[in-house]
């Protein structure tokens, strides 16, 4: 007799196919006991994290490990290159990121460095990339894309999408484009609340979604989706749990018959109102075919209890069973696609300039009438750079700055960097008539015989950073301004710099002009 207390067949069947649509992160840098046992069950895909990376050669050790126990598994990592990077979490981006591509606007470039991110993953033994980002950044004050996206511009944000899905697939690994349906135009971070795009079906169908469709033109596999409300389409489902954006536009409007994996399924944008519970079943059932899990919840623990919230959602009715079948189908169809392209390219790990290439011809300068001689920089600088906290999206602990290149070419350097909890030691800065004291010991008289270069990161977006800046610039009207993000229209300093991005390579592309170099 078959004890009351094992699996039905019925169950068993029904965890496989769960398993199979989760998309989860582990944590360490070899293959947990439990991420076996979950393959050998019918887990068929896996995120990879800053947390799982030392080098290339570890991680290419690591997938080696995870396809002994399936061919075809779906590796997947969030490298976008620029800005968020996993494989350069711990060393810095060696590529600039999409801003500083759509700055040049050379789609023959954007490609080859796609192509060079595609080769470098291949190698390491990754067949899925959570990138490129198709959102066009409508909104300069955008706190979760920004830099990600190729810019402002649908036409700009188009082309350079196709150009990077092209680039990135000629190298053997499959492209995604992100956020559907589109989250340039928002103003809230996902990861910590629900955005809402206010546009209209036809300002979102103008603006918004033609990069994506440029995506499908140029063979993407994969769509990732948003967690914002859209309500021109969908006035209570957030885009991630909703059948009118999933079905009715993405498959049914444009046409896209490939797989649809959900953006991070823990983010509050989601969990707050549905729980991650809730949210992976609403997700799967609004016509996702596979949740990504794991960048804040990592762990066997919230594997199981997704699994099991998926088919208690099949066995009450919540979940049709139809709907998980053609999920676990779809992604069990990329999986063998992307294993036979992933095994049909030749490994090739060779190194390439073309990060600082990009870099380089991505650098905008405006100079100060009458202020020329100030480049190239005379002697070691002291550099200040004013740091936001980064959204999650954004590893906060890799490298970036002018400081520590500018540090190489010019010997005895000197730097600080400040952060605005640093700033509010010294008191309010909009209510000061004189600089803080901080910025008095910190950075003016440190400088006071040398050049002052301050770096910014997206000043637009901070109060206390442009506040910081402007303050600097009334003591040290000759100091060089670096703005390391999105730029805003004005070009304070008496040479201002523009890189696109924060990336180690971008830095080092700026230095070498500040010290004239190049």
């Known amino acids: 007799m078959q004890s009351s207390s094992r699996p039905s067949s019925r169950h068993q069947q029904l965890t496989r196919l769960a398993g199979t649509v989760l998309q989860p992160g582990f944590v360490g840098t070899t293959v947990p006991d439990w991420v076996r046992r979950a393959i050998a069950d019918g887990l068929t895909s896996v995120v990879l994290f800053g947390r799982n990376i030392v080098d290339p050669e570890q991680v290419a050790r690591l997938t080696a490990q995870l396809r002994a126990e399936n061919r075809d598994l779906i590796i997947a990592i969030d490298e976008e290159a620029g800005d968020v990077t ?12 999409n801003l500083a591509l759509g700055a040049v606007d050379d789609t023959d470039l954007t490609e080859s460095v796609a192509r060079d991110i595609g080769r470098e993953l291949h190698a390491a033994g990754i067949s899925l990339n959570y990138a490129p980002s198709a959102d066009v950044n409508s909104n300069p004050l955008n706190p979760v894309i920004g830099a990600r996206s190729f810019g402002a511009r649908t036409d700009v944000v188009s082309r350079h999408t196709a150009a990077w899905v092209r680039g990135l697939q000629s190298a053997g690994v499959a492209a995604c484009a992100k956020h559907f349906p589109g989250h340039g135009d928002t103003a809230v971070d996902s990861h910590h609340g629900l955005p809402q795009v206010s546009a209209s079906a036809e300002e979102i169908a103008a603006t918004a979604l033609p990069p994506f469709v440029a995506a499908m033109e140029a063979g993407v596999r994969v769509v990732m989706t948003a967690h914002l409300l859209a309500p021109a389409y969908d006035p209570e489902l957030p885009a991630t749990l909703s059948p009118r954006i999933l079905v009715d536009l993405l498959r049914g409007e444009l046409g896209f018959d490939g797989l649809v994996v959900t953006d991070g399924i823990e983010m509050s944008a989601v969990t707050a109102r549905y729980g991650i519970d809730g949210a992976t079943v609403r997700a799967v059932t609004g016509g996702a075919d596979a949740v990504c899990v794991g960048g804040e919840h990592a762990g066997e623990a919230t594997f199981h209890q997704l699994t099991e919230a998926l088919v208690g959602a099949v066995l009450d009715g919540t979940l049709p069973e139809a709907r998980i079948c053609e999920a676990a189908a779809r992604v069990a169809e990329f999986a063998a696609w992307s294993g036979s392209r992933t095994r049909a390219v030749t490994a090739d790990d060779a190194a390439s300039d073309i990060g600082l290439v990009a870099a380089r011809r991505a650098l905008r300068v405006r100079t100060e009438q009458g202020r020329e001689s100030v480049l190239p920089l ?82 637009a977006r901070h109060d206390w950073m442009s506040a910081a800046m402007n303050r600097l610039l009334g003591s040290r009207p000759d100091a060089v301004v670096v703005e390391m993000g999105v730029p805003n229209g004005a070009a304070p300093g008496a040479v201002h710099l523009v890189t696109h991005g924060a990336t180690r390579v971008s830095g080092l592309a700026a230095a070498e002009f500040l010290a004239g170099r190049r």
């Open 86 to 97: 996993r494989l350069e979490a711990w060393t810095g981006a060696s590529r600039p990121g």
């Open 378 to 459: 005379v002697g070691a600088p002291h550099v200040v750079e004013l740091s936001p906290t980064m959204n999650l999206a954004v590893d906060g602990q890799t490298p970036w700055g002018v400081a520590a290149p500018l540090s190489d070419l010019l010997p005895g350097t000197t730097s600080v960097r400040l952060t605005e909890a640093d700033l509010a030691e010294s008191g309010d800065l909009s209510d000061l008539p004189d600089l803080p004291d901080l910025l008095e010991r910190k950075v003016l008289d440190p400088a006071a015989e040398r050049s002052l270069v301050v770096v910014v990161r997206d000043a």
